[in-house]
């Protein structure tokens, strides 16, 4: 028994992980003994055990799977035992135990025959068994039995329920089939070879070898000659029926069987392949090998189950309390906890993965993105305000605006007058940036929610809500901040801007310093030829050619707009040129000051903008946070008191509970095991 004394840690160890319940997760090595009805299979299995202990009858017998613990122990003075695994009972009648199967059969199945793949489990403690796991299937079944609840398609069941059993690599199949039957017709060597085509992993037994027709030879089948299995076959002779009736012990019929296959004229020669004790020892052997090539696998199974099993448990985090004031604290906690990860985003520190998988611009990094998308919008607004303006109407507000200012001022009414449609149009950009960020504020709290497996639907309704609630007042009052700073601008136009005085290309130019030969430029002042170079950067082809020109076609201009007809009147009956009214230099320095002045509005909220909008609707959203959900809270404790955890995630939870522990049980059976094979 030097075999069974090395296996029996390694099967107890199998099957000390099997009761820790992961077998649902894990796969563990097992012999499965599957059959047609009838072919034998109870019997060889009480003869391996060397136990009469199996429910006899007509028709299916095996109506749920029996998961056979055999621990074989070296004392031959041991009273044999019995323990199922659903009871603390200890079993040494086996004719009790085999009344206790069928009782726990009928509670499952019923009492007419119905099959049911829910395994009884039954450890048997005996000198005279292997130490050996085996599960004893329900048997292949063609036809239902006469006034029984068994289904028209009863074969199908039993044949998937093997499949079941016999498709996990890690499980030996034991095929049982009648010596005195055509193999190639076995469904049991059929169903093995469809899940185990080389046959590597199954073991051929043939009972009723004293049936078979006399001048028939199974040594062929034996010799692996007609169905080829990696392991072989192993002929048997059990109890027959007769042998059943007239109460023969198993013992009895173990040793008549080592003498038949002693005396048997063909067979003795080949021992090797004949009896119980054979077969046992060869199973024994497979299951050792099978354990010992898996077990390596098994383990880094359990720790990767493990760690995956703890990661979902602290996703979804404690279960959510019962009592109020807990509960309160719960959601405290965890809108703290929301407020976090909205900061780290938002701030670029922690990374938000896209639904693709991929890490996208985050952060400041991103808002410098919509920061820029606004300046083009803004620019795109105030340039084209300036290539819009006519000089003609340029020259109307010139002459208009004389009767209200000295000579060489313009009053801000013609300023207020050219940037209103402008800065009225910036509002829109302003909306379409707020509300860019607030998008990009709402897709960081989706990511944060969704990662908060912890919260059921309705407990994330609620805090999901006060957070929107709080970006969408935040994102209403900053819009009306900065139409309020826009509407100041387009009230007050003034400014004490350094560059707006000093750029004055009037002011920069001394002529002293200019060369005599060039203090003029094409009959003009060099002054005024400086300045038209720099409106020119700003308003491409408006040069003093242009300016002539629309001073020169003014009446005409007058007299083709029905508004100004009666303007048009005035001129002509005064009998004076336009050039008596405006100067080029007055409509140049008109320009330059007016391109100046939008320059300096444009600078200006080209950095307050996007500080209000990052200041307060992004830094003070996230520095905020926190306290407006205490201070919402507070207010609906009423409300979120009914708040209750989705049942859905309390069911999870324990369910992880569950395997968690099973795997926790199973990592500390490993422990204790020294690996030694």
Not at 314 to 331: A, S
Not at 399 to 417: C, D, N, Q, T, Y
């Amino acid at each position: 028994m030097a075999l069974f004394d090395d296996l029996r840690p390694v099967i107890q160890l199998i099957d000390d992980l099997r009761d820790c319940g992961i077998d649902s997760k894990i796969s563990l090595p097992r012999i499965a003994v599957i059959g047609t009805q009838s072919a034998g299979k109870s019997s060889l299995l009480e003869s391996i055990v060397g136990l009469d202990f199996l429910p006899r009858g007509d028709g299916v017998v095996t109506r749920r799977p029996l998961e056979l613990r055999l621990i074989h122990i070296d004392d031959a003075d041991y009273v044999t035992s019995a323990q199922f695994g659903d009871e603390d009972k200890t079993y040494h009648d086996f004719q009790e135990v085999k009344r206790k199967i069928e009782e726990k059969t009928n509670e499952v199945a019923g009492s007419k025959k119905n099959i049911v793949n829910k395994p009884i489990t039954l450890t048997v403690h005996s000198h005279d068994c292997p130490t050996l796991t085996m599960i004893d299937l329900p048997g292949i079944t063609r036809v239902p039995m006469k006034n029984s609840d068994q289904p028209e398609d009863i074969e199908r069941i039993t044949k998937e329920m093997t499949m079941h059993y016999i498709e996990d690599e890690r499980t030996i199949i034991l095929c049982v089939a009648p010596a005195n039957s055509d193999l190639t017709t076995s469904d049991a060597i059929n169903l093995a070879r469809k899940v185990d085509i080389d046959g590597e992993r199954t073991l051929g037994v043939l009972t009723k070898i004293d049936l078979i027709d006399k001048g028939t030879s199974i040594l062929p089948t034996l010799k692996n000659e007609i169905i080829e299995l990696k392991h072989g076959y192993i002929a048997v002779k059990n109890r027959s029926q007769a042998d059943i009736q007239a109460k023969m012990e198993v013992s009895e019929a173990l040793e008549l069987e080592r003498k038949y296959f002693e005396e048997h004229k063909e067979l003795r020669a080949h021992s090797d392949y004949c009896g119980t004790d054979n077969l046992s020892k060869k199973l024994s052997s497979l299951l050792y090998e099978q354990i010992k090539t898996n077990l390596p696998s098994i383990r880094q199974e359990i720790d990767e189950n493990f760690r995956t099993c703890e990661k979902e448990l602290q996703r979804l985090g404690e279960p959510f309390p019962e009592n109020n004031t807990q509960k309160l604290y719960y959601l405290i906690t965890k809108s703290k906890e929301i407020s976090e990860d909205v900061r780290g985003l938002m701030e670029g520190k922690k990374p938000l993965i896209s639904k693709t998988g991929k890490i996208e611009f985050q952060g400041f990094a991103y808002l410098q993105i919509l920061i820029s998308k606004f300046y083009m919008e803004k620019n795109t607004l105030f340039v084209n305000g300036l290539k819009d303006l006519q000089p003609v109407e340029v020259i109307l507000d010139i002459i208009e605006s004389k009767a209200f200012s000295l000579p060489g001022f313009l009053p801000k009414e013609i300023i207020e007058k050219k940037i209103w449609t402008e800065l009225e149009q910036l509002k829109n950009s302003v909306k379409s940036f707020i509300s860019d960020v607030k998008t990009h504020n709402s897709k960081i709290l989706k990511f944060v929610f969704d990662s908060k497996g912890s919260l059921g639907s309705e407990v994330k309704r609620v805090l999901n809500k006060i957070a929107l609630d709080y970006l969408e007042k935040l994102a209403k009052e900053t819009q009306e901040y900065i139409c309020r700073l826009i509407d100041i601008e387009k009230e007050m136009i003034w400014t004490n801007d350094f560059v707006y005085f000093t750029k004055d290309i009037g002011m920069m130019v001394n002529t002293e310093q200019v060369p005599n030969a060039i203090q003029t430029y094409n009959g003009k002042d060099y002054k005024l030829h400086k300045t038209i170079e720099f409106i020119k950067t700003e308003i491409p082809g408006l040069d003093l050619a242009e300016i002539r020109k629309n001073i020169s076609n003014f009446p005409t201009y007058l007299r083709t707009r029905p508004e100004f007809l009666d303007k048009f009147k005035q001129i002509e009956k005064s009998k004076l040129q336009v050039s008596n009214l405006v100067s080029e230099e007055e409509v140049v320095y008109f320009y330059e000051k007016l391109i100046r002045y939008y320059n300096v509005l444009n600078r200006n909220l080209s950095d307050t903008i996007p500080k209000i909008v990052v200041v307060s609707l992004v830094k003070d959203y996230y520095g905020g946070l926190e306290r407006f959900f205490t201070d919402e809270m507070s207010e609906k404790i009423d409300q979120l008191t009914k708040v209750c955890e989705d049942n859905s995630i309390a069911k999870r939870r324990a369910t992880y509970k569950d395997i968690f522990d099973k795997l926790l049980k199973s990592k500390e059976v490993l422990q204790t095991f020294d690996g030694n094979f």
